[in-house]
């Protein structure tokens, strides 16, 4: 399994805490000392399996959109976007909980335009206010069939967002885009004209869900 490399020293972490818990155990002939290890070591084995970040191969195309996370679609809804779309967008908010794979991913092909980090709150990632409230960073994209915006935005024990791409880079469909620790969401802002192909509740696979379609 491959692993991010945000959750190296997690991992690490984590597996060295269990080692001393149980060596601690060991030398205190267990008894109530075995409980200690035994409620770290699923921790230490989660930790892992959330930095996972697994090989996506979904459909790709200059008409598509695909999905930037995992997780569920909780708000679909028609917004004004001053920072990049400067206009009317379509805004498609997808929640990521602690056990939804957390490497984010580009939606199309295009050139990274605008990039802005705001500090913020840390309320649930599920309500709409933490699209304005919460601590996020936004991704503006000029694509091969016009502008998009992707918001990371931090939740309510998320504590760090990691974003790749910097003004100017050529992105590629389906790569890496980032990484949130912990639960978080992403908003996507397209265009109206694009046709959304989820529904809200709808599980999203990052890098293979067709998140919308741009007019042919």
């Known amino acids: 399994m491959r692993i991010a490399p945000e959750g190296h020293p997690f991992v690490i972490a984590g597996f060295t805490a269990l080692v001393v818990l149980l060596g601690l155990a060991w030398i205190m002939e267990f008894g109530i000392w075995w409980t200690l290890p035994a409620v770290w070591a699923p921790v230490a084995f989660w930790i892992p399996w959330f930095f996972r970040d697994p090989d996506r191969r979904g459909p790709r195309g200059e008409s598509l959109i695909v999905a930037p996370a995992d997780g569920r679609v909780v708000a679909i809804s028609d917004v004004e976007e ?5 206009g009317p967008a379509r805004k498609i908010s997808i929640f990521m909980n602690v056990f939804n794979v957390h490497v984010n991913r580009h939606p199309v092909d295009g050139v990274v335009r605008y990039r802005h980090y705001r500090a913020g709150k840390f309320i649930n990632a599920t309500l709409d206010k933490a699209s304005t409230d919460n601590e996020q960073c936004s991704i503006g994209v000029d694509g091969r069939k016009g502008k998009l915006l992707v918001r990371q935005i931090a939740g309510l024990v998320a504590r760090r967002i990691v974003t790749d791409p910097d003004v100017g880079d050529q992105i ?6 980032g990484l949130i620790r912990f639960g978080s969401r992403l908003d996507t802002f397209v265009p109206l004209e694009a046709e959304v192909r989820v529904g809200l509740g709808e599980k999203t696979l990052a890098g293979i869900t067709v998140l919308a379609e741009w007019p042919t």
């Not at 001053?82 to 400067?86: A, D, G, L, S, W």
């Open 172 to 177: 590629r469909q389906g790569e890496r885009l």
């Open 82 to 86: 001053p920072e990049f779309m400067q």
